[in-house]
């Protein structure tokens, strides 16, 4: 029913941490790939150590990057549904695919909420609304690790877009559930904890990924939803500035106030 896949290059201690949640879970319906890129660490050697039959398929060569080797892990999937769970990521609890993939399900999008861990060692809540509006795709997406999605939406959507060097995902959810009709269920759980010190949460890309989500939305959005979106940002950008100036002259006659009691002149 469910094929979860692990994408992993030179995380060795974060490949073991994701194969030691997947084998805590007491939903069994499930298929485990593992898709390495060409790693140098010995993150092959924990995969040979695992439990016989938890990795259900295990490929190690060299890739073009996260979407590629996702990609490579979605053509072996069979399940009705797909789980991208990366290196380093893991399940929180041994119930919580069974809580999430619980029905079964029928919905194209299952989804529930994600704990996002920063190098630090601070966590904090990532929650996904029920339903999933617009305004808030602009500016968020689904947590990938917390997401199943039904394999017949690749279908209709087409694979990630390798082009895209952090936000395939991003165009992906976009896509399918704007010019795709995809259903969602949300799930009230906390599904993964997910760290954030990987490749888009870098300071370095997060400019790029601003970059590649604009894009996106021009190539996904129509042009009557592009004219809509950018006549709504006019008119927020209008209403923003008659506060901002409502609360400048507030503030420049509280200050005039201000100096004419310190001088002793009347009000």
Partial sequence: MLSIVTINRNNRDGLARTLASVDAQRFDDREFIVIDGASTDGSQDVVRAARPGLVTTFVSEADTGIYDAQNKGLALARGTYCLFLNSGDFLLGSDVLSRLMAGPPTE????????????????????????????????????????????????????????????????????ALVNHGATTRRVAVEVAEVATGGVSTHPATRALLGEERTRIQAEVFSPVLR????????????????????????????VRSLGRRIRGKPE
């Avoid at 709504?232 to 503030?251: C, H, V, Y």
């Fill in 227 to 254: 004219a809509h979106l950018e006549e709504q940002r006019r008119e927020e950008a209008q209403r923003l500035g008659a506060i901002l100036r409502a609360a400048s002259r507030r503030l420049a006659r509280r």
């Fill in 108 to 175: 194209d999008l299952v989804y529930g909420d994600a704990l996002l861990e920063k190098p630090s060692g601070a966590r904090w809540p990532w929650r996904v609304p029920d339903p999933i509006t617009l305004r808030w795709l602009l500016r968020s997406s689904l947590p990938h690790p917390c997401t199943a999605i039904r394999r017949t939406v690749f279908d209709a959507v087409g694979r990630y877009d390798t082009s895209l060097r952090i936000a395939a995902d991003y165009r992906f959810f976009l896509d």
